[in-house]
């Protein structure tokens, strides 16, 4: 399937018309149908990089039932977020991806990236660090770990935030033209690599 068959799917599993500019445009579905569209797509390993309570992780697997998902957090404290309750997050989600293909990887996602070949996932889905530095180091180690074709998609695309600006960054540096923004308050904006 090539990059221009991939892009009419898009336009099909999100309801828009194949309209294209340096910049995002908005879609008419949320970042929930990225499984259906991975399923569409025949993709069959991927990784998520940040999976607090495994919610997102749980509805790739269900859509995508030959799907091995590898599920990359450190489970660390921030903020407000106690080691202890990262503990308690991380085997709550551990007991519930374990009906699902899921490797779990407790590990930063610029440690887990080394676990990976060039070229051997179908797609990832970042939502790690949200400093602009951690945005684009995750972007730059792990697109090189997707396939020719694979997605590359990055979760809390705000205009003013930090990984706003990551993104265009390396959208702009890697000469993406045709990238896709959904409608949500906390948007996911995807592209085929």
Not at 37 to 51: D, P
Not at 74 to 92: I, K, M, V
Not at 137 to 151: E, F, I, Q, T, Y
Request: aromatic fraction near 12%; include cysteine.
């Amino acid at each position: 399937m090539d990059k221009d068959e991939k892009h009419k799917i898009i336009c099909e599993v999100f309801g828009t018309r194949p309209y294209w500019s340096p910049m995002p445009f908005g879609l008419r579905k949320t970042r929930n149908q990225l499984p259906e569209l991975i399923k569409r797509f025949g993709f069959t390993e991927g990784a998520e990089l940040g999976i607090r309570d495994g919610d997102f992780s749980v509805l790739l697997c269900k859509a995508n039932p030959n799907l091995h998902l590898h599920c990359v957090d450190a489970w660390l404290r921030y903020g407000s977020h106690t080691q202890e309750n990262q503990d308690t997050r991380y085997q709550r989600c551990s007991a519930r991806l374990s009906n699902y293909n899921t490797t779990i990887i407790r590990e930063s996602t610029f440690d887990a990236v080394n676990h990976f070949k060039k070229s051997q996932l179908d797609f990832i889905y970042i939502d790690a660090g949200h400093t602009f530095d951690e945005c684009m180091l995750d972007l730059v180690l792990w697109s090189k770990k997707v396939k020719r074709g694979g997605l590359i998609a990055v979760h809390d695309y705000h205009l003013t935030g930090t990984v706003a600006t990551a993104v265009e960054a390396y959208v702009r540096g890697h000469g993406v033209e045709k990238w896709f923004k959904t409608p949500e308050q906390c948007p996911t904006v995807f592209w085929v690599h």
